[in-house]
C-alpha cells in the first residue's frame, strides 16, 4: 500500500479489507510516521525525511520509488546495493541545476498545447507519472503512451504546438529513435531524457537531457520523472500558477 501521507482513504480501506477479510499480509509504503496506514499494515517502511508540504508529489514519489527498487533488488537475483543508490543521487545532483536552468530557458522560448511523454518497458509509469506532474503543476493537458503505439494513430495531434517528451531506454533505443525522428520529422518539439544519447537522438532533439550513469536501467526509473516535475513547474510559473497548489486538489483524498 502506498501513500505519502498514510491517511489516503482508499489505500487505508484496501490494506484493512486485506488483513481482516482475506488474510493477505501487506506492506505499506509512506512518508509519515505513525499513520493510519500503519495501523493496518503488517511491515511499513516510513521515509519522513522525503516528505514535502507541496500538494504535489515529488521529492516523495521518487523516495519512494527508490525505496521499493532497493526492496526489489533485495529479493530479487540481482541485487542493487547501496552504493548503486548513491551513484544515482550523486549524478542527479550534479545535474540538477544545469537540468534546470535549460529546462526553464527551453519554456520560456516555447508555447505548447499538449505535452505527450512516450515510453515503454518499465519507462512506461514513468511517463505516466511525468504527464500527470505537468497536469497538475501547470493545469496543462498531458498525455502519455507507448512509445511505439504512438504512430498509430494518436501522432495525428503532432505539430510544433505539441511538446513530445521521450524516455528512451537503453534496451529500446533503437526502435523509440525511429519514432522519435518521425515526430520530429512531423513538426513535433522533441524533450528525449535518456542515459546515453545515439546520434540520431541528439540530432532530433530540441531539448536534450542525458544521465550518463553506469547502473542498471532499472535505477533510472526515479531520475528519470526529474525533468518533467522541472518542466511542470516553470510552464505552471509562466502561466501564473503556484504549482505548489493546484486548484482542485488537496494534499491527502480522504473519503467520507
Known amino acids: 500500500m502506498i501513500s505519502r501521507s498514510g ?12 488483513r481482516n477479510r482475506h488474510r493477505i499480509a501487506t506492506l505499506g509504503i509512506t512518508c509519515t510516521k505513525g499513520s493510519e496506514l500503519a495501523r493496518e499494515c503488517d511491515l511499513m517502511i516510513e521515509l519522513p525525511g522525503a516528505d514535502e508540504k507541496s500538494v504535489v508529489m515529488t521529492r516523495s514519489f521518487s523516495t519512494m520509488l527508490l525505496a521499493l527498487l532497493l526492496l526489489a533488488g533485495e529479493t530479487g537475483d540481482g541485487r542493487l546495493p547501496a552504493e548503486t543508490l548513491e551513484q544515482i543521487a550523486g549524478s542527479l545532483d550534479s545535474r540538477l541545476t544545469r537540468w534546470n536552468q535549460e529546462i526553464k530557458s527551453f519554456v520560456t522560448s516555447h508555447s505548447f498545447e499538449d505535452y505527450i511523454y512516450l515510453a515503454q518497458g518499465p519507462f512506461f509509469p514513468i511517463g505516466r507519472e511525468a504527464a500527470l506532474k505537468v497536469t497538475e503543476m501547470s493545469h496543462s493537458y498531458a498525455q502519455s503512451y507507448h512509445t511505439l503505439e504512438f504512430r498509430h494513430g494518436p501522432k495525428a495531434i503532432v505539430g510544433p504546438e505539441t511538446c513530445i517528451g521521450f524516455l528512451l531506454s537503453e534496451t529500446g533505443m533503437a526502435a523509440e529513435s525511429e519514432v522519435l525522428q518521425e515526430m520530429k520529422e512531423l513538426g513535433g518539439t522533441i524533450v528525449a531524457i535518456c542515459n546515453r544519447a545515439s546520434d540520431q537522438v541528439r ?8 544521465f550518463e550513469a553506469s547502473v542498471p536501467e532499472v535505477m533510472l526509473l526515479a531520475p ?3 525533468p518533467a516535475q522541472l518542466l511542470g513547474y516553470h510552464v505552471g510559473v509562466r502561466k501564473g500558477f503556484n504549482p505548489d497548489t493546484p486548484k482542485n486538489l488537496s494534499r491527502v483524498v480522504i473519503l467520507d
Request: avoid cysteine.
Open 7 to 18: 491517511s489516503t482513504s482508499e489505500a487505508v480501506r484496501a490494506a484493512e479489507d486485506l
Open 203 to 210: 540530432k532530433s532533439s530540441d531539448l536534450l537531457l542525458e
Open 224 to 226: 528519470f520523472v526529474a
